[in-house]
């Protein structure tokens, strides 16, 4: 009705403003023996007015009839529009540092939000040093989440931390994140079987990232290393990373240092046999030097079988020349050498040259060495 009424006025004011003469011309109305006489402009202007007065009072006379509660919701919902409104500047000032941060707008405007959801805006902006565990489990976890962010451990002390994360997790214990920040703030303090064992945990039920889990359980099992108890904490940790030549070497240590030699001769050995490490056959060449030909023979016919590659022929031609094989011994490290560019068969053949007192040669053998490594660099 409104739009029609507000149409008509449109209507009859261009009307009039494009035809003047015709708002001046008189109007003559009689009935019931009165006689009405005006002008038509003016006559059209009171009809529209009447209208308009109507639908005033056919309003009033609704709000009247629904009672004064309509009224006060009427007043109430555009109170909470402005709220809204005050609300949404709060966040923005808390999103974007500005201000106070919205620290003290926010508690007065959260009156339009479910109370729940009021709680966690609150708990948002207080300050990180001040955040604390609450009654309720997502302000709790919320306040650990926020405590535990990276940019907040120098604001927030490891014991405060721990104490909202136990707190977190006792609300929520099968929370990724709240298992990941657990297992970070024992590497932090240095708790690494804790670590690990939580570490271990999220990759056993597949709650974190393989490469990211695995990283981090390796590097726990390590550290706990030094502190006792090596071989077995090393020999688990290449159960994760099996191709890691310094994990295979740490362990192989390990065994020696406990006088289990077998089973560092084995460990290096089977790695050999699938990775050309020089390094690890350069450890594993002491262990076999004493009985050099039954190993020499063996390597060979694991070679047969299985393949080759440069560290397993640099290691054969060693362990010929140690068994009086010297022809082969040459023939080899000639080959990796001056065929494949191996600086290590060039150090092979200057301490063999030396050793023969072909002190010339040798020089020129440590010098291709040299380039040789230059260039890898």
Known sequence: MMRILLLLTVLVTLGFGLFPDVADQPL??????????????AFVIAVLLLCLLILLLRWLLRW?????????QLFAISGRKREARRLQQALADLINQRQDLGRKALPRRCRTLPAWLGALVRVWATPIASLQAGDKPLCTALAARLATEPGARSIVSAEQRHHLLQAWLAAFPDAPLARM?????????????EAAESWEALLRDDLVAREQGVAHLVQCLERQAEQGDASVLLHHALKWQPARSDLVRRLGQAYLA??????????????VLKHEDFEVAQSLLPLLREDALRHFKKLDQATRRHGTNRALLWLKAELAHTAGMDGIADELLHRLAEREGCPVAWLSLARLLVARGDYEQACRCYEQALDIARKIR
Request: cysteine-free; glycine content about 10%; aromatic content about 16%.
């Open 28 to 41: 003559r109305i009689e009935a019931l023996g009165w006689v009405f006489e005006t002008r038509q402009g």
């Open 181 to 193: 920040r657990m297992a970070e703030l024992w590497e932090e303090q240095a708790k690494w079987q």
């Open 258 to 271: 406990e006088q289990q030699y077998d089973a560092a001769r084995k460990l290096w050995w089977d790695h």
């Open 64 to 72: 009247l009839g629904a009672g004064p509660g309509r009224i006060w």
